[in-house]
């Protein structure tokens, strides 16, 4: 009898590309989450109950969770109205927009801090003409909210702008044919094909919004109990090598953040089941 050969793999080596994917998967993610669990566990549950419901530390919860929700939802209508240009319209310059949406990628984040702070203290260009209005932006939970919305906006429009270009435009010329508006096929055509796109960017908005410390640092003020967020604290408890406290605060962030991730990775996969006819 001919021996079968063997079905060549389509990824050469398969075995050693997934140990060194497993590997550096390990050090780079596992590992440090792992180390937050072990220096927690030192602690007893009373002793980690009070680390984490301090009056201090439950106010920079407040201010975190506020303005990242605040920054992401923000984040996930413009992001929409952003793809929307850069993929239905033809403009001059439309290249040097689409690359500066990667701007606070490519941007330090104290540096991006810094000059958010520059242009929104109430000397600044941007906030003179707010503090006229009564409204201070720097220093504020609104600055705060600026500063993130900074940071998350990429992700939603580098997660929607894929989606809208591989939108077929042959069902709303259809739609537009047999009547209906421009708002109700947006509605009704447009937005159930984008919102899990839309839901990705928010969630990834969402979670780096959560975590972002150099850009929010400088304009928060971080005055205790009214900017002070969350990573700060976690850093003042570092400087005073309260290591398990950290620790254990920096570990309800993390449970908070990939409990958001869960949801919206659920409603994403039941609106994807929808659209896909229960398949």
């Known amino acids: 009898m001919k021996k079968r050969k063997k079905a060549k ?69 413009m992001g929409v109205i952003l793809a929307w240009v850069l993929v239905r319209y033809k403009f001059p310059f439309k290249r040097v927009l689409d690359g500066m949406i990667e701007l606070p990628f490519a941007l330090p984040t104290a540096v991006a801090g810094i000059a958010l702070t520059s242009l929104t203290a109430d000397t600044g260009i941007i906030g003179s003409f707010f503090s006229k209005l009564g409204i201070s932006i720097a220093y504020t939970p609104i600055g705060i909210t600026a500063a993130l919305v900074f940071i998350g906006i990429p992700f939603v429009v580098r997660a929607v702008q894929p ?32 919102l899990p796109a839309v839901l990705t960017g928010f969630g990834l908005a969402f ?15 971080n005055k205790p ?29 993390l449970v908070a953040s990939f409990l958001v991730l ?18």
Do not use: H
């Open 9 to 77: 793999r389509v990824i050469p080596y398969f075995g050693l590309s997934m140990g060194v994917t497993i590997s550096m998967l390990s050090v780079i993610v596992l590992i440090p989450l792992a180390s937050l669990v072990i220096y927690t566990a030192q602690m007893s549950w009373q002793d980690i109950w009070e680390a984490i419901t301090r009056s201090r530390v439950m106010a920079s919860y407040r201010i975190s969770f506020l303005t990242a929700l605040t920054a992401s939802a923000i984040n996930a209508v």
């Open 163 to 194: 989606v809208l270009e591989k939108l077929d435009p042959v069902y709303e010329e259809a739609a537009g044919v047999m009547g209906a508006s421009r708002v109700r096929i947006f509605w009704k055509i447009i937005f159930p094909e984008i």
């Open 207 to 221: 979670g780096r919004c959560l975590g972002e410390y150099g850009s929010v640092v400088f304009i928060a003020g």
């Open 225 to 253: 109990f009214e900017t002070e967020i969350t990573p700060l604290v976690i850093m003042s408890e570092l400087q005073e090598f309260d290591y398990a406290s950290a620790t254990a605060i920096a570990l309800v962030m």
């Open 262 to 279: 869960f949801l919206v990775n659920l409603v994403q996969a039941r609106n994807t089941k929808i659209l896909t006819g229960g398949r």
